[in-house]
Structures are given as structure tokens and as C-alpha cells.
């Protein structure tokens, strides 16, 4: 079996009775704007084997700081599938809405030290513009009142290392925008609350879709600016309905079903590279605990992301892209 210690030696720590342990905890972040799919459960998966199968601890959190996206009911609902599916997180489920105190003493000082700038365009001008943000308003002096906050870029990252899919190039433009930290309806930022949650909670390693190789690379910007140490990176491939399209309610993906989870945690391990065809399983515990003791970091497929079609029977096909 693959262990933490082959991948990241700097984790293995010893305690004062001189006997080695690893320290791993991972997290599970989803946006509570609706149920579960089977693109959230790969991701939810990918996660928890990859923290079980190092001795790690699984946690997770509710990104549900974006209110206005925020489903009554779907937070409960999440939480609710996670157990039917037998992945049983560690600790207290984090709610970011409840986080908003932590979060605005993390953003004072960088307000304090002018680091932070108020911008007023819009995004019909920024798309004028050419698309990407310019840094327009940094020298400005707008009022903070009523407008976007955005961060001075003075850490961008052009590349970084991902334990699966490798190093990873950024785009210059990407990487030098200077990006919103609080919005103009004055919540926090996805970018701000994930690098703050992610420090506080103490986590190593987050395992995640493809679709956020983007994002990572301003949040690893974040961790230098903040002076924290980053996490681990992996992302594993999206699974979409066609090419640059996820799963998701948009495009008619079906919640998963909570009454009789075997087929979709199934297809969900065979999306992962998991050979089931030789493997006897009757209940979600003892196929998850299989997969634990099965998993490696070489099974996993290293495409940015595999179209996934669920046939009427419930069966799924899988076309990496
Ligand atoms: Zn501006």
C-alpha cells in the first residue's frame, strides 16, 4: 500500500515517546446549492481515500459563505448522503457562514497595510477591457464602502506542483490579477475564506477536482501573503456530461441515491481507477474499506476530466477527454 511517508516524508514527525506517527488531515469543501451528484461524490471520494489510506483524518466543511447560492436544506442534505454512503467525516462539520469574525481579522491588516484596494468596475467593463483584470482601480483611492476589495497581486504563482497531474502552468494574466477578496455585497471571497479555513483547520492536503487547477494557484499566492504554510495539491479529473461542462443541476445531473448507494460508489471507484470486476461486496462499509487498503496514488487518472454518461439502467460509461 502507498503511504504518506513515500509521497511526503516531511510529515512524519516523532512524539516524545520516540515512536513515529503522520499527520494528515484532509477535508471534503462542498457549496450547499443543492444535492449531491456523482461528480461531487468522485471528489468526496478521492478525498477520503486518499486521507484514510495515509491514516488521516477526513473533514468537512460547508462552503457556505456565498449565501445567495446557499439551498435551505442542502447543507443537512449533503451531510445526510456522506452517511449513506459510508463516508463518515472526523470531527465537527465547519459552517464558513458562521466564520465571518475570523475571517474579517485575517482581512484587517492586510486592509491596515494597504494591501487591499476598493475597485468599481463592473464586470461588462472588465470584459471591455479584454476579459482579465487589469489592476485598474489599484491607485485609485476609491471608498471601501459599497465596492469590491481587491488584493494586491505581490505574490503571483506561474506554476506549482500537483501531486497528480504534475506542474502545472498558470497563465501570466491569471496569475498577476489582482483578486476580490470581499465582494461588493460585502461577503468574503471564496479565495480569502478557503486559504483561511484551510490554515486554521490545520490541513495537508487537499484532493479536489481539475476544475479548480486555476484557483489553487491564487490561493497558494494567499498562503505566501498570509505567511502560512500551503497544503499538499491533487487534483483529479472532473467528471463533465461534455467536454469543459461539469456535472451539475444545470445540466440535468441526477442527485445521487441515498436509499441504494452501491451502484454509484461503485462507478465512483472505477471513475478513480478501481478494478471491481474480482471484488465481493454487499454494503458501503466493507467496498470502502476494500478501496482503502487497495488505494494508490497511481491508480488514479491524471486527465483534467472524463465524461461521464449514466444509461437509464443506472449504469455509467466513462470517455476520458
Ligand atoms: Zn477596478
Known amino acids: 500500500m502507498h503511504t504518506l511517508q513515500d509521497r511526503h516524508p516531511e510529515h512524519k514527525h516523532s512524539d516524545a515517546l520516540g515512536s513515529s506517527f503522520t499527520t494528515y488531515r484532509g477535508r471534503f469543501a462542498p457549496s450547499p446549492s443543492g444535492p449531491l451528484h456523482f461528480g461531487s461524490l468522485v471528489a468526496a471520494l478521492a478525498s477520503y481515500l486518499d486521507a484514510k489510506a495515509n491514516q488521516g483524518q477526513w473533514l468537512v466543511r460547508m462552503e457556505d459563505i456565498d449565501t445567495p447560492r446557499v439551498v435551505p436544506g442542502a447543507a443537512d442534505a449533503i451531510l445526510t448522503t456522506l452517511d449513506a454512503y459510508g463516508l463518515h467525516w472526523d470531527g465537527e462539520v465547519v459552517y464558513q457562514s458562521q466564520r465571518h469574525a475570523l475571517y474579517q481579522d485575517i482581512l484587517a491588516p492586510l ?4 494591501h487591499v484596494y476598493a475597485c468599481t468596475c463592473t464586470r461588462k467593463q472588465i470584459k471591455a477591457r479584454g476579459g482579465l483584470y487589469d489592476n485598474h482601480c489599484r491607485d485609485a483611492s476609491h471608498q471601501f464602502e459599497g465596492n469590491a476589495l481587491r488584493l494586491k497581486q505581490n505574490y503571483p504563482v506561474l506554476e506549482f506542483q500537483d501531486d497528480l497531474q504534475g506542474q502545472v502552468h498558470i497563465p501570466k494574466g491569471i496569475a498577476s490579477e489582482d483578486y476580490i477578496v470581499k465582494r461588493r455585497d460585502g461577503l468574503f471571497a471564496y479565495q480569502l475564506v478557503v486559504v483561511v479555513d484551510d490554515h486554521q483547520q490545520g490541513i495537508t492536503h487537499v484532493v479536489r477536482g481539475a476544475d479548480l487547477l486555476e484557483p489553487t494557484a491564487r490561493q497558494l499566492s494567499l498562503f ?14 472532473l467528471a463533465v456530461a461534455t467536454a469543459g461542462f461539469k456535472l451539475s443541476k444545470q445540466n440535468h445531473a441526477p442527485a445521487i441515491d441515498n436509499s441504494k448507494p452501491l451502484p454509484a460508489l461503485a462507478a ?10 474480482h471484488v465481493h461486496f454487499d454494503n458501503v462499509d466493507t467496498l470502502l ?7 494508490h496514488i497511481s491508480l488514479l487518472p491524471n486527465n483534467k476530466e472524463i465524461q461521464v454518461t449514466q444509461q437509464d439502467t443506472g449504469h455509467y460509461d466513462f470517455t476520458p477527454l
Open 111 to 114: 486592509i491596515e497595510m494597504r
Open 289 to 295: 474499506k476494500w478501496a482503502i487498503s487497495h488505494y
Open 224 to 237: 505566501k501573503q498570509l505567511n502560512y504554510t500551503a497544503p499538499h495539491f491533487m487534483h483529479v479529473p
Open 268 to 277: 465512483a471507484l472505477k471513475f478513480l481507477g478501481f478494478n471491481l470486476s
